[in-house]
């Protein structure tokens, strides 16, 4: 059975750090590109970055490009999300994604955790 387990939010103050973890396993996880999403209270699910298979090519929402990092380690089946200077607007169910390459439309990313909730404080 596939599965995505995303862990790491909590409670920061705004400026602050989080680094968001995402535990694979089920299927191979150094062969697939991954994604990380997120959904604010009463918004449409947001694409944050992704990475691909070998972690040679990354891409940044340009509201995150500068204060966040993705990354992976592949020998351990898990992504990362490295979250700095945060603001309040980030506040969000974030969720890692399994996609079938490496792209910013989510309906290649079907495939998705139960999330982990950021709050940022003002």
């Known amino acids: 059975e596939e599965q995505l387990v995303e862990s790491g939010g909590g409670l920061v103050m705004s400026g602050g750090s989080l680094r968001l973890s995402c535990a694979t396993s089920?299927?191979?996880?150094?062969?697939?590109?991954m994604a990380w999403v997120r959904q604010a209270p009463g918004k449409e699910l947001e694409w944050v970055s992704y990475?691909?298979?070998?972690?040679?090519?990354?891409d940044y929402a340009d509201s995150v490009k500068g204060r966040f990092t993705i990354s992976r380690d592949n020998t351990i089946n898990t992504l990362y999300l490295q979250l700095d200077s945060l603001k309040t607007e980030d506040t969000a169910q974030y969720y890692c994604?399994?996609?079938?390459?490496?792209?910013?439309?989510?309906?290649?990313?079907?495939?998705r955790g139960q999330g982990t909730q950021v709050t940022v404080s003002s």
């Open positions: 990475i691909n298979p070998s972690g040679t090519s990354i």
């Open positions: 994604a399994k996609c079938q390459f490496s792209t910013r439309d989510l309906s290649h990313c079907p495939d």
């Open positions: 089920g299927f191979t996880f150094r062969h697939y590109a």
